[in-house]
T-cell receptor, first 115, second 116 residues
Framework: GESVGLHLPTLSVQEGDNSIINCAYS??????FIWYKQESGKGPQFIID?????DKRQGQRVTVLLNKTVKHLSLQIAATQPGDSAVYFC??????????????FGQGTELSVKP | DTEVTQTPKHLVMGMTNKKSLKCEQH?????MYWYKQKAKKPPELMFV???????INESVPSRFSPECPNSSLLNLHLHALQPEDSALYLC???????????????FGQGTRLTVV
């Protein structure tokens, strides 16, 4: 992730607006990226993924953009709802064959949706 | 069934205790993982099992001892922990540990561990 320091980056949006959450990844050899949503007291929940041979992928209300030139990943949430309030993590997987999928998480962004 | 089940949900243990965390999945996944997560921080990888063999140990202290009895089960044995080991311990699994068909890791709800 792109944040440094002790504080979790936060994003506050109005219900119905679009949200954009950004992430900078570290390993240029990473070939697979995932966005997870984590609600309080729960484990991370898969939202959407993208492979390094793509630059955009769309799901239901969510879009992930990948810019390999600057090692940047973004998650766009359309028509943000109160239920979208959570911490969002990007995660990257490097090409470590025969060692399992080593999935490394970014720092996370806390999304707060105001009704 | 896309669930990863972790037990117990909460655990309080003393520094001299021995306890175990358990994780189970029935998705036929061949990679299983332990992550540690502190409050307001991302999950940190601890161990990876690939086809029931330990493939990655992220320099985790020996007071944490993983075990993979079979392809569906993953344990984390705890002994002589410190208060700073208090955290949410997450188990995850994924389908293909080694090839280009790797897909997302599914996470359990975690075990909230408190060391007193």
């Amino acid at each position: 992730g792109e944040s440094v320091g002790l504080h979790l980056p936060t994003l506050s949006v109005q219900e119905g607006d679009n949200s954009i959450i950004n992430c900078a990844y570290s390993n240029s050899a990473s070939d697979y990226f995932i966005w997870y949503k984590q609600e309080s007291g729960k484990g991370p929940q898969f939202i959407i993924d993208i492979r390094s041979n793509m630059d955009k992928r769309q799901g239901q209300r969510v879009t992930v953009l990948l810019n390999k030139t600057v090692k940047h990943l973004s998650l766009q949430i359309a028509a943000t709802q109160p239920g979208d309030s959570a911490v969002y993590f990007c995660a990257e997987k490097g090409k470590i064959y025969n060692q399992g999928g080593k999935l490394i998480f970014g720092q996370g962004t806390e999304l707060s949706v105001k009704p | 069934d896309t669930e990863v089940t972790q037990t117990p949900k909460h655990l309080v243990m003393g520094m001299t205790n021995k306890k175990s965390l358990k994780c189970e999945q029935h998705m036929g996944h061949r990679a299983m993982y332990w992550y540690k997560q502190k409050a307001k921080k991302p999950p940190e990888l601890m161990f990876v099992y690939s086809y029931e063999k330990l493939s990655i140990n992220e320099s985790v202290p020996s007071r944490f001892s993983p075990e993979c009895p079979n392809s569906s089960l993953l344990n984390l044995h705890l002994h002589a922990l410190q208060p700073e080991d208090s955290a949410l311990y997450l188990c995850a699994s994924s389908q293909d540990p080694v090839g280009p068909g790797w897909t997302e890791a599914f996470f359990g709800q975690g075990t909230r561990l408190t060391v007193v």
